[in-house]
């Protein structure tokens, strides 16, 4: 079976800054983006920052120059650095593969990120 394990959350002082990382294991039959999705209590889940097919990165307008996503396709491995973080940033943030046969979407559990003013 797939599996997604994030970790890196945590608390952070406004300004400050954290690297998520999300491990992927087992077999996807493809992969048509792979990113990074938050929500924050009695709030709709939103993208953060993804990869599409093709390699090129997307971000939700509120992190532009804040946060960056990358990857090691080696240790099957995909980062969120978080810089210039804000209040506003905290949320839980969850990793998401979406296969390219069948758009099947996988999901980590999440980790928490606080960031205090």
């Known amino acids: 079976q797939v599996q997604l394990v994030e970790s890196g959350g945590g608390l952070a002082q406004s300004g400050g800054s954290l690297r998520l990382s999300c491990a992927v294991s087992g077999r996807i039959f493809g992969i048509n983006t792979m990113g990074w999705y938050r929500q924050a209590p009695g709030k709709q889940r939103e993208l953060v920052a993804v990869?599409?097919?093709?390699?090129?990165?997307n971000y939700a307008d509120s992190v532009k120059g804040r946060f960056t996503i990358s990857r090691d396709s080696a240790k099957n491995t995909v980062y969120l650095q978080m810089n210039s973080l804000k209040p506003e940033d905290t949320a839980i943030y969850y990793c998401n593969v979406e296969s390219f046969i069948g758009r099947e979407n996988y999901w980590g559990l999440g980790t928490q990120v606080t960031v205090s003013s």
């Open positions: 990869f599409t097919r093709d390699g090129s990165r």
